[in-house]
């Protein structure tokens, strides 16, 4: 078989990674952005892990049906323990939560060394993971949005570098998105405006104790969010 389609997530983190001489993928689960990435030249070699060894027999398979055996190392661990600084220049965790990957991350004080690309792709909780990025000394260099059946998701690539900190608005859309004006932003957008909505009222109908400290972050993080939404139609 020759070609392998991604998902429009998958296909944004592998684009992103540029080409690489080698590449970690971690949770790689079905072994699809290694492969396409062998395929396609972008690698010359990916090592794959994943802490349950179902995913990984997955990705033998598939690997083995895509003829890119060569070139793809599979290995049974969880988080990034068996790398080291030197064993790729890209490292992707994709389709996890925010804080997984921010708590994989802080396992290797490498990571953030200046040396690597970090591929992020968080199911939830990205400010999470974006505030541990930047108090890590890793900014966010570039920023996709793809969507599958319905669903926006976000990829970050990440490097070594300083950057001011980042807002509210900015934990959850980044600088670097902003700057990528996708044709997604405005309905991703628009999609954590009601979100911060919702959890405003949330907070201010509760019937419990208020946390007006709280209700006070939101309400400037909604601020931020709208203001944002303006500058794009402004650009219209
Ligand atoms: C939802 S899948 C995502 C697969 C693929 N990366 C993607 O984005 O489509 C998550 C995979 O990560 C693996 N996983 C979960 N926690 C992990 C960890 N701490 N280290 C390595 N793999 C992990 C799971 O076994 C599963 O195969």
New binding site residues.
């Given amino acids: 078989m020759n070609t392998i389609r991604l998902s429009n997530r ?1 296909l944004a983190a592998a684009e992103l990674c540029g080409e690489s001489e080698r590449v970690a993928d ?4 079905h072994g699809y952005v290694p492969i396409w990435l062998l395929k396609s030249g972008r690698a010359q070699y990916v090592i794959a ?4 060894p179902e ?1 990984l027999e997955n990705a033998r398979r598939n690997a083995e049906l895509h003829g890119t055996k060569n070139g793809l190392e599979l290995i049974l ?3 990034i323990s068996h790398l080291r600084a030197d064993s790729a220049e890209t490292i992707i965790i ?3 939560g925010g804080e ?1 990957i921010a708590d ?1 991350l802080s396992r290797a004080s490498w990571v953030s060394d200046g040396r690597h690309r970090l591929i992020l ?1 968080p199911m939830t909780k990205q400010s999470e993971l974006i505030d541990w990025l930047y108090r890590n000394g890793l900014f966010i260099k570039r920023a996709r949005l793809a969507e599958d059946n319905g669903e926006i998701y976000i990829v970050l690539l990440a490097e070594g570098g300083s950057s001011a900190p980042p807002s509210g608005a900015a934990r959850i859309i980044p600088e670097a998105l902003m700057a990528e004006r996708t044709p997604l932003l405005s309905r991703y957008l628009e999609l954590h405006i009601k979100r911060i909505s919702n959890a405003l009222e949330g907070m201010k109908s509760s019937k419990g104790k208020k946390d007006p400290e709280r209700i006070a972050e939101y309400e400037r993080i909604l601020e931020e969010l709208m203001f944002m939404k303006g500058g794009l139609q402004c650009l219209r």
């Fill in positions: 998958l971690v949770g790689t689960d892990s994943d802490i349950n995913p661990s969880g988080g994709a389709g996890m997984t994989i792709q």
